[in-house]
């Protein structure tokens, strides 16, 4: 079974400048989950979305970031424009829905060095 | 082997040894509660998961111990190897579906 899947894996850009990374899950995970992980410290969520629809975004900072998930299949995180504090990895994870043990299943990450 | 009783940024122990991490979680209502692995440059990977109507479950080389009334989550590995080396999270949940909520990271660094 093929894993959750991001690109790309490393971006350095300057501040102020756009950056958009994607995400395929697990197929046939209607959830999907995008994660913050500054460099020392454990993930951070960002936005869940079950199927096309958001169901938790009250951490994304909304006037930079921005996420979407049209067809509720893949998706894309997209930061405009970026800060010196947003370099960190963006984590992508997929879970099916309903029942189990609550285990997300993560991509390796997009790594972002804002400069 | 090596154990700590609060949490630890780092851990260091020697090829063979016991290793225990600890974790504080957050919320009394939280329901599950999962041990991942992250090595360098590789996103988290489950480990061993708990609910919260258990207080001990037992995966292979590995334990994870709840203890509700101080919210308090271990992870014991069995005969630690260089291949362990990794940081650990613990994560927590209301319930299945939900988002993670991730507790500080520990080092663990095994020499051989």
């Known amino acids: 079974e093929a894993g959750v899947a991001q690109s790309p894996r490393y971006k350095i850009i300057e501040k102020r400048q756009s950056v958009a990374f994607w995400c395929n899950p697990i197929?046939?995970?209607?959830?999907l989950y995008w994660y913050q992980q500054i460099l020392g410290q454990g993930p951070k969520l960002l936005i869940q979305?079950?199927?096309?629809?958001?169901?938790?975004d009250s951490q994304l900072p909304k006037d930079r970031f921005s996420a979407e998930r049209l067809k509720g299949v893949d998706s894309t995180l997209k930061i405009q424009p970026a800060k010196l504090e947003d370099s960190a990895v963006y984590l992508c994870a997929s879970s099916p829905t309903g029942g189990g043990t609550g285990e997300l299943f993560f991509g390796e990450g997009s790594r972002l060095t804002v400069l | 082997g090596e154990s700590v009783g609060l949490h630890l940024p780092t851990l260091s122990v020697q090829e063979g040894d016991n290793s225990i991490i600890n974790c504080a979680y957050s919320n009394s209502a939280s329901d599950y509660f999962i041990w991942y692995k992250q090595e360098s440059g590789k996103g988290p990977q489950f480990i061993i998961d708990i609910r919260s109507n258990m207080d001990k479950r037992q995966g292979q080389r590995v334990t994870v111990l709840l203890n509700k009334t101080v919210k308090h989550l271990s992870l014991q590995i069995a005969a630690t190897q260089p291949g362990d080396s990794a940081v650990y999270f613990c994560?927590?949940?209301?319930?299945?579906?939900?988002?993670?909520?991730f507790g500080k990271g520990t080092t663990l660094s095994v020499s051989s």
């Open positions: 197929s046939g995970h209607a959830t």
């Open positions: 994560a927590e949940t209301m319930k299945a579906g939900t988002a993670l909520i």
């Open positions: 979305f079950q199927n096309n629809g958001v169901v938790d």
